[in-house]
């Protein structure tokens, strides 16, 4: 699932004409491929979108055009950190809309292993 992720990003890091890779097709099949439930495959493409914008693989328009397709491809049904991340690109997209705390992220229980931590045991993503 994790190369799937990849490959998708990388579409999004180095899109120049605005086409989408992301579909309620592709999430479906992507989903059964490997097993997954959609909820779970949206939480690892959000927390993918959210390392790569970190770590400055990916630009903040990309990150909003991924997860903007990710809500689309979802029907507009994602899970409460996939639609954290997707609320944080939006803060990223409009900086004015923000009020303080607003595009912070928590991962319920801790981050998953290997997530970006900004400090040792934080459990925030931003």
């Known amino acids: ?11 999004y890091a180095t899109v120049t004409n605005g086409e989408s890779a992301l579909f309620p097709e592709t999430l479906a099949q992507i989903s059964e491929i490997h097993g997954v439930a ?16 970190i770590g400055g693989e990916l630009d903040a328009d990309g990150a909003e055009f ?3 397709d990710l809500l689309d491809a979802a029907d507009y049904s994602l ?5 954290a991340v997707f609320d944080l690109t939006d803060c990223q997209e409009a900086p004015r809309k923000r009020s303080p705390g607003s595009c912070t992220i928590t991962w319920p229980g801790g981050l998953p292993d290997g997530a970006y931590r900004p400090q040792d045991g934080a459990d925030s993503v931003f």
Do not use: G
């Not at 959609?38 to 914008?53: G, Q, S, W």
């Open 1 to 11: 699932m994790q190369q799937a992720i990849a490959t998708l990003l990388h579409h």
């Open 38 to 53: 959609i909820p779970e495959f949206c939480d690892a493409f959000a927390l993918a979108v959210a390392e790569r914008l």
């Open 66 to 68: 991924a997860m903007d």
């Open 79 to 83: 899970p409460p950190f996939a639609r």
